[in-house]
């Protein structure tokens, strides 16, 4: 299983300066709510940045984390 924490702090070493917000959707710790605000996703098609964040994941996703939504931003569309 996974925990907030755990996954918050997984993305945030992927993606350094980033702002990461993890809510535990159910309490079970293994459905999430994921949101990424990072320049590293300026140019960057949706489908290129929910890529970057399932290759920091792995085989997470599918095993210990059930059901990921993903919200990733730039800082200029998260205001």
């Known amino acids: 299983m996974f925990s907030e924490e755990k996954l918050r702090d997984t993305v945030s070493q992927a993606f350094p300066g980033a702002t990461v917000t993890v809510r ?8 999430f709510e994921l949101v990424v605000v990072a320049d590293v996703f300026s140019g960057k098609s949706l489908i290129e940045r929910h890529r970057m964040i399932y290759a920091v994941l792995g085989e997470a996703v599918g095993g210990a984390i059930h059901a990921l939504s993903i919200r990733a931003q730039t800082p200029a569309e998260s205001r």
């Open 24 to 31: 535990d959707t159910t309490g079970t710790s293994d459905h």
